[in-house]
Each structure stands twice: as C-alpha cells, then as structure tokens.
C-alpha cells in the first residue's frame, strides 16, 4: 500500500522569503501523480500544484515549484517570496494512475506560518 | 468560481442517532468523493462515487456508511449508528473527470461530533 510522509508538522518563514516543504512517499508503482493542497484557517483545501511521475520538469505555478526527485521519492514544495495569505496548512497527496475510484492517499500535514 | 458546498458546518449528533452530511458538488463534476480528518490525524478516503455507483471505497466505510445522490445536485453521506469514534472533520469533493491529474475541488467540511 502506498503511503505519505510529511515530517515536518510545523514550519515558519519570514514574509518575502522562500521556504520548503518536504514530502516523501512510499510506492512500488512507476506511474503516478502528486498534488499539493493548501488548507488556510477557512478550512476548504485548495490545490496548489500537481506533477505526473512521468514527466522529469518539476511542476511551477507562479511562487509554487516542485522537486520532485522520482528515484528517492521525494516531492518537495518550495513557496518563494513568501507572502501572509500562504500560511496555512499544505497537504501532500498521492494517487495512483492504476486507481479508477480516484482515491488520494494524503500525508500528516505541515502548518506553515508567515511572519510579518 | 464554482464551489463545492457542505451543510450542514457543524453537527452534533447523540451515539446512536442517524446523521446525514449534505454536499452540493460543482455541477458539470462527475465524480464525487468523501473524506474524512480525525483531529490530529491524517485526512483519510472513505470512498468515490459515479454514475450512481460507488467506484471504490476504504475499510473505514463499512455498513454503516451510505452514500447517495438523490437528485441532481445532491450527494449524501449517511451514517446509520453513529459511534463515538465517528467524530471528525469529513470533506467532499468533486472532479470533472476521472483522470489522475483532475484536481479534486474540496468543499469547507462537516464537523460532526457524536456525544
């Protein structure tokens, strides 16, 4: 069964800095997807990035980029110029291409905070 | 933008008693999904829903779980005989295909607590 860590619970950065979330995951499978979501305080998840196992670029959207490093299965997120409305709580979420129902296998979680 | 909408925000339901979560999913979506967050743990797949049937489902929803979409804009989760240990936060989303990389679209969530 495919799992997903997130190690961090807690980080913090300063406005206008760049910050990374680690993800590591756990899968037998060579294809795939990865998805970050974002949760901010009024509880809806919203999706941040996704990235298809497949493809070597690392997904960007905007201040959002990945690493993804297929072989240590790792999916990191950085967040440049780190603004007030990114502090929420980023999730970490996996799916199989083999899956038909759709399901996301999600992490623990990693609450960032922005500081002023 | 269209949203997937949850009522009700907060339910509090007696050990025992029926609950029913309402979810009014983005219309042109096809497949539909709960979740569910324990406080402090993982959001966890209860299961995934289309053409009026369930694609797949966890070993969490067990038969006292039901899923249903009773008109064209509703989808229900029920739980028959609620447990104590069925307190937590549950999410639905929605997706306008079933390819891997169709972002699902999360509704803000049901708290349930079960006394």
């Known amino acids: 069964a495919q799992t997903v860590t997130q190690s961090q619970p807690e980080m913090s950065v300063q406005e206008a800095e760049t910050v990374t979330l680690s993800c590591t995951y756990d899968?037998?499978?060579?294809?795939?997807?990865l998805f970050w979501y974002k949760q901010p305080p009024s509880r809806q998840m919203i999706l941040v990035i996704r990235?298809?196992?497949?493809?070597?670029q690392n997904a960007t959207e905007n201040r959002f980029s990945v690493n993804f490093q297929k072989a240590a299965k790792s999916f990191s997120l950085k967040i440049s110029d780190s603004q007030l409305g990114d502090a929420a709580m980023y999730f970490c979420a996996y799916r199989s291409v083999f899956n038909q129902g759709g399901k996301l296998i999600f992490g623990q979680g990693t609450e960032l905070s922005v500081k002023p | 933008e269209p949203e997937v909408t949850q009522t009700p925000s907060h339910q509090v339901t007696q050990m025992g008693q029926e609950v029913i979560l309402r979810c009014v999913p983005i219309?042109?979506?096809?497949?539909f999904y709960w979740y569910r967050q324990i406080l402090g743990q993982k959001v966890e797949f209860l299961v995934s829903f289309y053409n009026n049937e369930i694609s797949e489902k966890s070993e969490i929803f067990d038969d006292q779980f039901s899923v249903e979409r009773p008109d064209g804009s509703n989808f229900t989760l029920k739980i028959r005989s609620t447990k104590l240990e069925d307190s937590a936060m549950y999410f639905c989303a929605s997706s306008e295909w079933e390819e891997g990389n169709q972002p699902q679209h999360f509704g803000d969530g049901t708290r349930l607590s079960i006394l």
């Open positions: 219309s042109n979506h096809l497949y």
């Open positions: 990235q298809e196992a497949y493809k070597q």
């Open positions: 899968t037998s499978e060579s294809d795939y997807y």
